[in-house]
């Protein structure tokens, strides 16, 4: 577990920047995964709250997104924001300002739909390929979870409420022990 704030930066001869926050979180074993896949598409879908902060109020991120990788013991989400070099300040400020709003307030129920909808549908595109299926199918059953887990998704998905969504963004975003990286 990350014990306090870890960061450092890479300074190359670029015009761009990349502002990346990330968080220790939970195996693959762990129903949060759940939560937290809503919590990164209510964050960082077309329609996300980043998006539309720092994309469309604020012109300040050319790309943005989440990232959550699980393991068999631990995880990782990350939040990333490439920009120019004279705005990464005004990056990290709004990154950590989105953080704290999602841990304060429930997403909308509009905001909670439009999340799993975009997760229901990446899933149906992915799923289109037998890759997807062996895959899926052999890390599962390497990690305990059974071949046949990778069709609970949706069903896991569509469980999640949206006060889960704010416990999962409280228990795992904590801006007192991250790591940050600039680019």
């Not at 577990?1 to 693959?28: C, H, P, Y």
């Not at 393991?71 to 400020?93: C, H, S």
């Not at 069709?151 to 795992?172: C, G, N, Q, S």
């Amino acid at each position: 577990k990350i014990n306090k704030i870890k960061s450092s930066a890479l300074l190359m001869d670029r015009e761009q920047s990349l502002v990346i926050f990330g968080f220790q979180t939970v195996s693959v074993e762990n129903d949060d995964r759940y939560a937290l896949d809503l919590l990164g598409s209510i964050l960082s879908g077309s329609s996300g709250r980043l998006f539309s902060v720092m994309r469309d109020k604020l012109s300040l991120a050319y790309a943005l997104g989440c990232i959550q990788k699980l393991a068999k013991d631990t995880g990782y989400f990350a939040l990333y924001a490439a920009t120019q070099k004279e705005k990464v300040a005004q990056a990290r400020k709004v990154l950590r300002e989105e953080i704290v709003r999602i841990k304060k307030e429930l997403a909308g129920d509009e905001e909670l739909a439009m999340a799993k909808r975009e997760l229901a549908t990446s899933y149906d595109i992915a799923a289109q390929t037998n890759l997807f299926f062996s895959q899926n199918s052999a890390i599962d059953e390497l990690n305990g979870l059974g071949y046949d887990n990778l069709y609970k998704y949706k069903k896991a998905i569509d469980k999640v409420t949206k006060e889960d969504v704010r416990r999962a963004a409280e228990k795992y975003f904590d801006l007192a022990a991250y790591a940050e990286v600039i680019i």
